[in-house]
Every structure is written in C-alpha cells, then in structure tokens.
C-alpha cells in the first residue's frame, strides 16, 4: 500500500552537501512517520534521522546531528534529507522508510524493524 522512491544519491566531495530526496504514494503523509537509514558495505542498516507524520518531531543519530536535516513537503508526499559537511564515513546505500501511524501522530520511531515499507535506496559516495 505504500511505495517509497529515493532520489539524490550522487559522488560528493569530502565537505560538500546533497540533498535526498523520497517521494511516497499510499496512504497520506500525514499518516505517515518517516526516516533515513543508511548502510555501508559490511555494516547494519542504521538510523540516520526520522521524522513524524506532520513533521514537527526529528531524531537523529549522534554522528549527523548538526549536519542533516530532515523534513517533509506533506502536500508533496515528499521527505527530505538535506546533507551538509559531508565526510568519507557517511558513505552509504541511504534508503528511505515508512510506518503508517495514526492521523497527527508525533511519534518517532529509531529502529528498522519498526518500519514495514522501504525504498531501493540511493548510494551516497563521498571522496576523501
């Protein structure tokens, strides 16, 4: 019922930006809390930032926070991850994913088994 398409993903110098870009169609995005995962070559899928279904409540993991930002264009079905200060280390398949929530939920949500609905995922590559 949900379907999830990443966009963005590109070659980027060490301190560059990128922004990610995940379209969704289903249910409205109002019912929808979202994040980014990330994973690298022999590493787990792991949190990156999330986001609640009106976009008002973020996480983010340690490493990222100052740097990423995530947000939501609700009348776009879209959700954002704007990349700033990129370094070798945040190279990764980011893959965008979906809870379906109740209507103005605010809840987050860390964990990727807490998310039924993924994208293929875009590769972010950052030279040294």
């Known amino acids: 019922q949900v379907q999830l398409v990443e966009s963005g993903g590109r070659l980027v110098q060490a301190g560059g930006s990128l922004r990610l870009s995940c379209a969704a169609s289903?249910?409205?995005?109002?019912?929808?809390?979202m994040a980014w995962f990330r994973q690298a070559p022999g590493e787990e899928r792991d949190l990156v930032a999330c986001?609640?279904?009106?976009?008002?409540?973020?996480h983010y993991e340690d490493s990222v926070q100052g740097r990423f930002t995530i947000s939501r264009d609700n009348t776009e079905n879209t959700v954002y991850l704007q990349m700033h200060s990129l370094k070798p280390e945040d190279t990764a398949v980011y893959y965008c994913?979906?809870?379906?929530?109740?209507?103005?939920?605010?809840?987050?949500?860390?964990?990727?088994?807490?998310?039924?609905?993924w994208g293929q995922g875009t590769q972010v590559t950052v030279s040294s």
């Open positions: 994913a979906a809870r379906v929530v109740g209507w103005n939920s605010g809840v987050t949500y860390t964990r990727a088994d807490e998310y039924a609905y």
């Open positions: 986001v609640s279904a009106r976009g008002h409540i973020t």
């Open positions: 289903g249910p409205t995005s109002s019912t929808l809390a």
